[in-house]
């Protein structure tokens, strides 16, 4: 079992960045999958960025070039670093390993 807590939302300006964690605790995370998540008010849970256990990246094509994901298997910590942020990425941001969420943490992109 995986447990997951994912921190460094907050508020920032458009055009801003934000670096969220994740960290993960009771098993190691190198074997698994990774992933970023958000959801937003009245919206569904949208995909933004995974990573594999090799280190391989994939995102969306509206993220890909301002989101990266990385991870730190030896701090058992997922990263998801946000560059040039807009206020439609205000959302709740969650990570994921397999089957296992952490509780978000929420990011709010305002002037």
């Known amino acids: 079992q995986v447990q997951l807590e994912e921190s460094g939302g907050g508020l920032v300006q458009p055009g801003g960045s934000l670096r969220l964690s994740c960290a993960a605790s009771?098993?190691?995370?190198?074997?698994?999958?990774m992933g970023w998540y958000r959801q937003a008010p009245g919206q569904e849970r949208e995909w933004v960025a995974t990573i594999t256990a090799g280190g391989k990246t994939m995102y969306p094509d509206s993220m890909k070039d301002r989101f990266t994901i990385r991870r730190d298997d030896a701090k058992n910590t997922l990263y998801l670093q946000m560059n040039s942020l807009k206020p439609e990425d205000a959302a709740v941001y969650y990570c994921?390993?397999?089957?296992?969420w952490g509780q978000g943490t929420q990011v709010t992109v305002s002037s």
């Open positions: 009771r098993s190691s995370i190198s074997g698994y999958t």
């Open positions: 994921r390993a397999a089957s296992y």
